[in-house]
């Protein structure tokens, strides 16, 4: 979904990976698989500076000088 971007705003859309089936390749994020905490869909981020973590939803939002990407439903694993 992308919302028009108000005055001084960038286009927005949001990813849920909970609705994609395991095994579904996203383009740059990995693979969709099962999050071993609470069971629904994700995809596994293993950030260097960070705990690791299942991605369950993300909102992006194009500005005119670059792309911010939030998590917005994620659940923290324990290192592995």
């Given at each position: 979904?992308v919302?028009?971007?108000?005055?001084?705003?960038?286009?927005?859309?949001?990813?849920?990976?909970?609705?994609?089936?395991?095994?579904?390749?996203?383009?740059?994020?990995?693979?969709?698989?099962?999050?071993?905490?609470?069971?629904?869909?994700?995809?596994?981020?293993?950030?260097?500076?960070?705990r690791?973590?299942?991605?369950?939803?993300?909102?992006?939002?194009?500005?005119?000088?670059?792309?911010?990407?939030?998590?917005?439903?994620?659940?923290?694993?324990?290192?592995?």
């Open positions: 979904m919302s028009a971007p108000r005055a001084g705003e960038g286009a927005m859309t949001m990813e849920n990976f909970t609705t994609l089936p395991e095994g579904f390749e996203v383009p740059i994020e990995g693979f969709v698989v099962r999050c071993p905490r609470c069971g629904r869909n994700g995809v596994l981020e293993r950030p260097r500076e960070s690791p973590f299942c991605l369950h939803a993300q909102e992006s939002t194009l500005f005119s000088d670059g792309l911010r990407v939030e998590p917005t439903d994620s659940c923290e694993l324990p290192d592995a």
